[in-house]
Structure formats: C-alpha cells, structure tokens
C-alpha cells in the first residue's frame, strides 16, 4: 500500500530530526454497523516499527481509536548515514513496508 | 473538512432511517471510567502515577472525531540515563480504552509523538509518560466532540 515517508535528506551528526509517516489504511474499527445490522469486522494495523540501520528506533502499537490512514510523527538523533526501514502490519495478515535514506555530514 | 449542510441533511436523515435501536444497541459498547482505569492499571501496574511532565496537545473542541490531531511531549533531556521509555494514550468513551502505546528509547532525541485519532464521543484524554527510571507521569486533557467518530452507521 502507499506510504508516505517524510525524512530529511541530509542531516549534521548529532542533530534531532523529525520522520513523519502517512500509510492508507481504512483502520476499520469493527465497531460499526452496516444499515442492515450487521457487523462490519475490525480491520487495522497494529503495530509499526521503524529501524534506523537495522536497530530499532520506535515502536507503536495501534488500537482503533487511531484515525483511517494512520500518522505517525516522531524524533530520532541523526547518528550516521543510512536507511530507515519502516513496517507496518495489522489484521487479516496484513503487512506493508518503506523505507527512506539519509545523509549524515 | 467542515460538515455542509447537505452531509448534515444525510446523516440526519440517515439516523431517522435508522431508527432508535442502534443507538440502543451501541451504548454497552461505551468505555466507562472504570474500563480507562484498568487499561491504566494494565499499563502501569501498581506504580503511582504523577501529575506533570507530559503535555498533551489537542483542540479542545473538534467538530470531527474521525480524525483529531494529538501531540504528546514529555519534558526529559533524553540521555541514556534520563529518557522517556514509553508514552500511553488512553480515553474514556470510546468503545476501548487504549489509542495508543509508543516506545521511544534515548535515540528518540526528543521525547514527542503526533499522530490523529478517534473520539467517539465529548470526554478526557489521558497521555501517561513511562521514563527510564520506570516513574510514571500523567496529564488529562478535556475535548468536546460535536460529530462523534467509530460507531456510527454506514450507510
């Protein structure tokens, strides 16, 4: 599915940077009903991890009160050039992932 | 995105359609404060949990509950002996208590998570810090919802 990775670039050791995440994702709740009554079954993500360089660097775990197409915003300390891997997984065997490079001077 | 009036129209002819019984039907499916207590306590076990530290960012009267934006930070500088271990969303009356657990580690370099969320109803938000010497730091915010998030029909 499509995520959108928001990372800086280029980065001076030792500097916070901020990584935003969008990914689409309905986030059914399975708390709602069709007109007819029935049950609409819960279908959301999880859980999302995000590695910097292979070591894990923030971790979340999802409920349903988490809004369709889930944002993340979070910090981390820009240590040394690399990639950031992003996964998401969730309900139904659901699992998608991104990842983002980064210059560190 | 604001309601126009033609939305407003559907949904309130929607509900009408309806009729009562969902509305009957939904209401066991409400959190009650007990229900936040104990996701709490799940979270935090038998610790005291203090007042301070955590600010919770987020409009205190939304029009939509399907997407409100949410912004916890803790005030910790962040180093390998003083950092923020985790951050715990919860709410009242939503159908469950819990929104969100976010684990940060002393790389985060800043103790702040944004993300959007669900209210399915007007009620408290509560955001509780887990810092490294296993401390826990709570703060509440109040927010009134006018077009409630999670439980209403599709139409």
């Known amino acids: 599915m499509a995520a959108l990775i928001n990372v800086p670039a280029k980065a001076r050791r030792g500097d916070v940077i901020e990584i935003r995440t969008l990914t689409s994702h309905i986030m059914e709740t399975g708390f709602r009903h069709t007109a007819d009554g029935r049950l609409v079954p819960r279908d959301i993500i999880t859980s999302f991890t995000c590695r910097y360089n292979g070591t894990e660097i923030f971790r979340a775990d999802l409920f349903p009160a988490i809004a369709a197409n889930p944002y993340l915003s979070f910090f981390t300390v820009a240590k040394e050039s690399g990639k950031f891997e992003f996964e998401w997984t969730g309900d139904n065997g659901y699992s998608s992932t991104a990842s983002a490079s980064i210059t560190v001077e | ?155």
């Open chain 2, 1 to 155: 995105m604001p309601t126009t009036r033609r939305q407003f129209l559907s949904l309130a002819g929607g509900i009408t359609a309806a009729g009562t019984i969902p509305i009957v039907t939904l209401r066991p499916l409400e959190a009650t404060p007990a229900m936040l207590n104990a996701a709490i306590r799940n979270v935090v076990g038998e610790a005291q949990i203090r007042t301070g530290r955590v600010k919770l960012d987020i409009p205190p009267l939304v029009e939509n509950g399907n997407t409100v934006p949410m912004t916890v930070s803790v005030a910790s500088p962040m180093t390998p002996d003083d950092y923020v271990k985790s951050i715990h969303v919860f709410n009242e009356k939503n159908p469950q208590p819990n929104i969100g657990n976010f684990h940060l580690g002393p790389s985060s370099g800043r103790a702040q998570v944004s993300t959007r969320i669900r209210l399915a109803d007007t009620q408290k938000v509560v955001a509780i810090a887990r810092l490294s010497d296993d401390t826990f730091w709570q703060v509440a915010a109040d927010v009134v919802v006018t077009l409630a998030a999670c439980t209403e029909e599709l139409n």
